[in-house]
């Protein structure tokens, strides 16, 4: 009964939430994508073999909300993996501003190259909790995605990162906010449930402190430099916990 409560819940409120919906689009500023290039090396100064980091997701790993992948998720994950862990970090952002899971896997995925990864981060589900994707769904197409990274990539480690916290955000009013806060959490369970299941994907969830503005771009919707940072600690904290020494081996 639970994962279809947004739905019952937005019905009779359809006509006003859609109405809300256009009004924020509307109102709401357009941010472009980071600039500057799409991989990196964060920890150069450190000895030995360079660990490799691949993040693919929405518009935080396209840079939305910052001015460059240095300040993104991407850059900010690889410099605090590069720091726990003592190692050269390569990274790369593969991301799309816009996209659902199933979007993504119809496009850019795809054309990840063949090439062992030691830490892969996937991060979607603001799209596809706008889209109001069924559980189902969304659930069928992160294990496609999952199984997609698994061939091209044998991971050492996969981050599946939450479903970030719509129920917080800024720049939603209410109760299209709340409407939006409880899909998002149905589809965040989902996404636990299927990586407690998959041996090598850990589930971190994504808790920004929005109270904080300065964790928040100005569109109050994307993560700023200074939300990346704390989302990149979680992060690395969870590679050290789960799988640090499984990552460093390899």
Same mark, same amino acid.
């Given at each position: ?6 739905? &019952?819940?937005? &019905?009779? !409120? !359809? ?10 689009r $509307?109102?709401?500023? $357009? ?14 100064i ?20 910052? =001015? ?7 850059? +900010?994950?690889? +410099? ?5 862990? *003592? ?17 993504a ?8 190259? *063949?090439?062992?990864? =030691? ?15 069924a ?7 992160? +294990? =496609? ?11 050492? &480690? ?8 719509? $129920? *917080?955000?800024?720049?939603?009013? +209410?109760? !299209?906010?709340?409407?939006?806060g ?25 808790? &920004? ?12 919707? *994307? ?22 020494? =499984?990552?460093?081996?390899?």
């Open positions: 009964m639970r994962r279809y409560l947004p739905e &019952l819940v937005a &019905l009779p !409120l !359809l006509p006003f939430l859609v109405a809300q919906g256009k009004y924020t $509307r109102v709401t500023p $357009r941010l472009p994508e980071a600039g500057g290039p799409l991989e990196g090396v964060c920890g150069a450190h000895k030995g073999t360079p660990l490799t980091l691949l993040t693919i997701g929405e518009s935080p790993v396209a840079g939305v909300g910052v =001015d460059n992948h240095n300040e993104a998720i991407t850059g +900010q994950l690889a +410099q605090s993996m590069a720091d726990a862990l *003592h190692r050269p970090v390569t990274w790369r952002a593969c991301g799309r501003n816009g996209v659902t899971v199933r979007e896997l119809d496009t850019f995925i795809t054309t990840i190259p *063949h090439a062992p990864v =030691d830490v892969v981060l996937v991060a979607f589900g603001v799209n596809d909790t706008t889209a109001f994707r559980v189902s769904q969304w659930r069928r197409d992160l +294990q =496609d995605v999952l199984d997609e990274i698994e061939r091209r990539c044998q991971p050492g &480690l996969v981050l599946l990162s939450g479903v970030p916290p719509l $129920r *917080h955000f800024p720049a939603l009013p +209410q109760p !299209l906010r709340w409407v939006m409880l899909k998002a959490d149905v589809l965040d369970a989902a996404a636990r449930e299927l990586a407690d299941a998959r041996e090598g994907v850990r589930y971190v969830p994504l808790a &920004l402190d929005t109270d904080d503005r300065s964790m928040m771009a100005s569109d109050g919707y *994307h993560p700023s430099a200074k939300g990346c940072t704390a989302w990149a600690a979680t992060l690395a904290e969870a590679v050290m916990k789960s799988h640090g020494r =499984d990552v460093t081996a390899r």
